[in-house]
T-cell receptor, first 114, second 113 residues
Framework: GENVEQHPSTLSVQEGDSAVIKCTYSDSASNYFPWYKQELGKRPQLIIDIRSNVGEKKDQRIAVTLNKTAKHFSLHITETQPEDSAVYFCAAPPGGGATNKLIFGTGTLLAVQP | DAGVTQSPTHLIKTRGQHVTLRCSPISGHKSVSWYQQVLGQGPQFIFQYYEKEERGRGNFPDRFSARQFPNYSSELNVNALLLGDSALYLC????????????FGDGTRLSIL
């Protein structure tokens, strides 16, 4: 079946701490894993993505890791800042990504306390 | 360069009416996908169009339809509106065949009274 589970649903950290959000997907054929940041009332913004032939990818303070065997991938944010506060969604394409269909997780509300 | 543009930004309709939402992809992008986002949930896939053909369809009733035009812009049509159709409708574009990054527009907020 097509399913992406995301944890935790809410996460509160102090400014400067690290935050980790985890997702598990069900379709072993999934080959592309994006992360989106959505601020209140705004569009989902692609912040980082990883393909199935790569285990880790970094972009400044954010990184994504992928474990294909366990079918899970994680978003890591270091040195968090108040402007990182938002809802974060993971996603995965079912069926090997033959279409642009993405199955989204349920979202994680990240609150960075100053 | 302009991002994905959607119109209108807000829309209020009553039950039973129909609605047309519009999307212009990023210049050079040939694929457009539509998603429905209910408050507090992640986006749910409705349709994907690539090169003016439907390439994917989500689990939505036949009241939902879409099309893509020669300039790659797209319309989403919803007939016989129900209260449960109230949501943010998002359009995402990508350069071509998947898996490629998809970029979302600001969406159309549809409210059904």
């Amino acid at each position: 079946g097509e399913n992406v589970e995301q944890h935790p649903s809410t996460l509160s950290v102090q400014e400067g701490d690290s935050a980790v959000i985890k997702c598990t997907y069900s379709d072993s054929a999934s080959n592309y894993f994006p992360w989106y940041k959505q601020e209140l009332g705004k569009r989902p913004q692609l912040i980082i993505d990883i393909r199935s032939n790569v285990g880790e990818k970094k972009d400044q303070r954010i990184a994504v890791t992928l474990n294909k065997t366990a079918k899970h991938f994680s978003l890591h944010i270091t040195e968090t800042q108040p402007e990182d506060s938002a809802v974060y969604f993971c996603a995965a394409p079912p069926g090997g990504g033959a279409t642009n269909k993405l199955i989204f997780g349920t979202g994680t509300l990240l609150a960075v306390q100053p | 360069d302009a991002g994905v543009t959607q119109s209108p930004t807000h829309l209020i309709k009553t039950r039973g009416q129909h609605v047309t939402l519009r999307c212009s992809p990023i210049s050079g992008h040939k694929s457009v996908s539509w998603y429905q986002q209910v408050l507090g949930q992640g986006p749910q896939f409705i349709f994907q169009y690539y090169e003016k053909e439907e390439r994917g369809r989500g689990n939505f009733p036949d009241r939902f339809s879409a099309r893509q035009f020669p300039n790659y812009s797209s319309e989403l049509n919803v007939n016989a509106l129900l209260l449960g159709d109230s949501a943010l409708y998002l359009c995402a574009s990508s350069p071509g065949r998947p898996p490629l990054p998809q970029h979302f527009g600001d969406g159309t907020r549809l409210s059904i009274l």
